[in-house]
């Protein structure tokens, strides 16, 4: 009773101190009190419901069966758009702060909403290996699904919350990516709504014009209604290596040359400074060293990027054999590391131990709640960003990040660019080797300036003949945005499709210059 009136006497205390200070004072200087109080309850109660919705719809056998319903709903809405005559751009309905990107897509305000309720997995074939799901379907749900049944994807993006629909019509990576290649590219299949309100299914061999220009198109070639993935036969654990490197040309040396070994299944880079980093390399198996089995998802388990860390503080290599489902979602508490700048004290043992199992806060309640004053400071002041660049140009482009931004960590992950037609693809006609380089966090440069610094970075990536990921803020003009990118296939399908009445053109839906 006692714990329980001082329990309730402080957060009395609590409110009337937000009440004196005003909420927008609170969200802004002390956000970890809000997100604390509030996001993460919610967050345990969405991701329950979402299990338990995901587990009797699978169960039951119902989602085949409400899919064709759903898809000829949408198919209706296009057409009444049309009807109606089609006075403005489609987009889906899915609300903006939903999704992972943390662009806000004001164009929803203004173009008509097409509603998609599709987020069911619903088929797993074995025989085929191939496992078809609608384009909601989030990767927490495919790991706890196909690494129950022992199947896993040979690219599985690390966040829980990345969707199918914005893995392929953005892009996704894995540390896997330096043998199987993009999200894209363990595609087999798509079904979409398009223009005129007709369902088409693509492939390699059927429509394959429209297979190779939907990945990066961001839904402007139609709306994405299944998907059908490769899956391969998943493991108990991932035997995973940790080196600590120092020295650039070192890890530069080390990483290109771990990335281009088969026998890795896994890749993966955490730069820490611009001369220290630590490389990890992982196989999969079955067996496991007593002593050795870290289940680093656990909620009370430090931080992983802070246990990577480790390793470069003791100067030390090292082995663990990590469960795979684990493994996969190694970064997702931390949100990378994102969430020390939300909750500093979140990695505290304490706090793990007492309230870890409720994180991470949903990355769209998140977004939800951050309010203008938020947005435009990370806007100003942080940086998130992944830049693909061909792996002989790592070096280089490690130093110009340090230059223009100063951000640390930095994330490397390796990855095979086949020579594909669509919108990216290498500058000859044979695969090449990129890397990631991923940078979250807050610029520690002097006079920062977002758009600036980042125009200099975009110009650095387009000279190399590299990419930048199109979840994050795009300073590029128009030119200079299909200079990065090939819009020949693209352009093509949207003259064939009727697209330029109907969706907005890529350009216009993600870049800073054609939204403001």
């Known amino acids: 009773m006692d714990v329980i009136l001082y329990l309730a006497g402080s957060l009395v205390l609590l409110l009337l101190w937000i009440r004196a200070k005003g909420f927008e004072y609170v969200i802004v200087h002390h956000r970890w009190v809000f997100v604390c109080l509030f996001l993460l309850p919610l967050s345990v109660v969405f991701d329950v419901y979402y299990y338990i919705r995901a587990w009797l719809v699978f169960k039951m056998c119902s989602a085949p069966k ?16 049309k009807a109606d005559g089609g006075t403005s751009f489609m987009c889906t309905g899915r609300p903006g702060w939903l999704t992972v990107s943390l662009r806000v897509g004001k164009y929803k305000n203004t173009h008509k909403n097409i509603m998609i309720n599709l987020m069911d997995i619903l088929e797993v074939d074995t025989k085929k290996q191939i496992v078809r799901v609608e384009p909601l379907v989030n990767m ?11 199947w896993t994807l040979p690219v599985l993006p690390e966040l829980d919350d990345l969707t199918v629909g914005g893995l392929i019509m953005g ?34 061999t059927e429509n394959p014009d429209l297979f190779y220009a939907v990945p990066w198109s961001c839904g402007t070639l139609g ?23 120092r020295g650039l040309e070192k890890i530069c040396e080390r990483f290109s040359r771990e990335s281009k070994k ?5 890749v993966e880079g955490l730069v820490y400074s611009s001369d220290e980093a630590v490389i990890m390399t992982g196989v999969l198996t079955d067996e496991a060293q007593p002593g050795q089995i870290n289940r680093i998802g656990n909620y009370w388990k430090p931080w992983f990027f802070r246990h990577v860390e480790s390793y470069l503080k003791n100067n030390q290599s090292g082995t663990e054999y990590i469960p795979l489902r684990h493994y996969y979602h190694r970064h997702t508490r931390s949100i990378f590391w994102e969430l020390q700048d939300i909750i500093p004290f979140g990695n505290h043992p304490v706090f793990r131990y007492l309230f870890g199992w409720m ?15 938020i947005r435009k400071l990370y806007e100003q002041h942080h940086v998130v960003q992944d830049m693909l660049v061909p792996m002989k140009c790592l070096q280089k482009a490690i130093n110009v990040f340090h230059k223009e931004i100063n951000v640390y960590p930095l994330w490397l992950c390796p990855f095979i660019l086949p020579s594909n037609p669509g919108m990216v693809h ?39 003949h590299g990419f930048q990921m199109l979840y994050a803020d795009c300073y590029m003009s128009r030119d200079e945005f299909w200079e990065m990118f090939d819009g020949s296939l693209y352009q093509k399908l949207r003259q064939k499709l009727g697209c330029k009445n109907a969706f907005p053109e890529v350009y216009d839906k993600i870049c800073k210059a054609a939204r403001h």
């Open 66 to 81: 409400q899919h064709d319903r759903r898809v000829k709903d949408i198919q209706e809405q296009v057409r009444r758009w």
């Open 140 to 150: 927490g749900q495919v790991t706890a699904l196909l690494n129950s049944m022992g």
């Open 171 to 204: 892009t996704g990576i894995e540390s896997s990516s330096h043998n199987f290649g993009l999200f894209q590219h363990i595609c087999v299949a798509y079904e979409l709504v398009l223009a005129d309100g007709s369902l088409v299914r693509c492939s390699p």
């Open 223 to 245: 709306f994405l209604v299944a998907a059908e993935i490769k899956i391969v036969p998943a493991k108990k654990y991932v035997k995973l290596q940790y080196t600590p490197v």
């Open 262 to 266: 088969k026998e890795n299944y896994f």
């Open 359 to 373: 994180v991470p806060p949903k990355i769209s309640l998140l977004k939800l709640t951050q309010g203008e004053t």
């Open 426 to 464: 290498p500058k000859g006609n044979e695969a090449e080797l990129y890397v990631d380089i991923g940078a979250y966090g807050e610029p520690r440069t002097k006079h920062f300036d977002a758009k600036a610094s980042m125009r200099q970075l975009e110009k650095f990536v387009r000279d190399v």
